[in-house]
């Protein structure tokens, strides 16, 4: 089962508000084998509404930095079977059931992201010309910033998928990065401290770690005035809605300073990125 969070995935802080919100059928199924179901009159439940039971679970708001996040935070079990074969084709087949035009949508995923060029834009004044480089969960290497000028291109990802060329899988870093790139990572994982600091444990004075995460569209509103966080009713994929106070909460509680951020446009549609760089100390 998972286990619900008490503090800020962000600041730690154990001031949080709560409100009821349902877990997406295809992430319930799939991490924790909740078949979705109908409570009908042949139940025989004399004081319960007839009706649909989705998973239910809290949406939680850290009032000190605003992240906004789920309460359920999945153990190592309920993660692997989330994420096992992600994207593939059993994946593709189970979220089309509950999620109709999904796989079209992959598909487009897939051809790869239009904004890695402002991404690299970004990130080469700090950097050598050749650097070595590490995508962390960077998935077949596609989008790796930097990786037609990098001098090495390492992947680490559970998916086990092919990479793309010149790309080298590893399951640990192997030697000391130029950068290490954590890109549409964090939003996914129940401790994003946890990860950030086995990061941070191979980098060294020299090492900037590149981290990008969804500026999702209630957040942005919730910044302009035009949403409050009492919106978000339901969960999917992204259990961490960051804001920038709270993602730069989280990573100098890690111990790293930020060098240098960038909001970055994803597509013409108003999906947007948060892009921070950071060093040790
Ligand atoms: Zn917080």
Redesign the pocket.
């Known amino acids: 089962m998972p286990c619900i969070a008490t503090q800020?995935i962000?600041?730690?802080?154990s001031t949080l508000e709560r409100q009821s919100a349902v877990l997406m059928p295809f992430v319930a199924l799939r991490a924790l084998g909740w078949e979705p179901c109908e409570i009908t009159a042949d139940w025989g439940l004399r004081d319960l509404p007839l009706g649909h039971a989705h998973a239910l679970c809290s949406s939680l708001h850290?009032p000190?930095?605003g992240?906004l996040f789920l309460d359920m935070r999945f153990d190592s079990a309920e993660m692997a079977r989330l994420y096992r074969n992600y994207r593939g084709a059993d994946y593709e087949a189970q979220r089309e059931r509950f999620e109709p035009g999904y796989i079209a949508r992959n598909r487009a995923l897939l051809a790869g992201d239009a904004h890695i060029p402002q991404v690299e834009s970004f990130l080469r004044p700090w950097l050598p010309d050749h650097p070595a480089v590490l995508d962390w969960g960077g998935d077949t290497g596609l989008n790796t910033p930097l990786r037609h000028e990098a001098g090495l291109h390492h992947v680490l990802d559970i998916s086990g998928r092919p990479l793309v060329a010149g790309a080298i899988a590893v399951d640990a870093p192997q030697l000391r990065y130029d950068l290490i790139v954590l890109a549409h990572v964090l939003e996914h994982v129940p401790e994003p401290d946890a990860l950030i600091g086995e990061v941070a444990q191979a980098m060294d004075e020299g090492t900037r770690l590149y981290v990008e995460v969804p500026f999702e569209r209630l957040m942005q509103e919730i910044e302009d005035r035009t949403a409050t966080w009492q919106r978000k009713r339901h969960w999917h994929e992204h259990i961490n809605f960051f804001s920038p106070a709270?993602l730069r909460?989280l990573l100098q509680r890690c111990g790293l300073s930020i060098d240098a951020e960038a909001r970055l446009a994803l597509d013409d549609r108003g999906g947007m990125a948060m892009a921070m760089l950071c060093r040790r100390g």
């Open positions: 800020c962000c600041c730690a802080s850290c000190a930095c992240s709270g909460s």
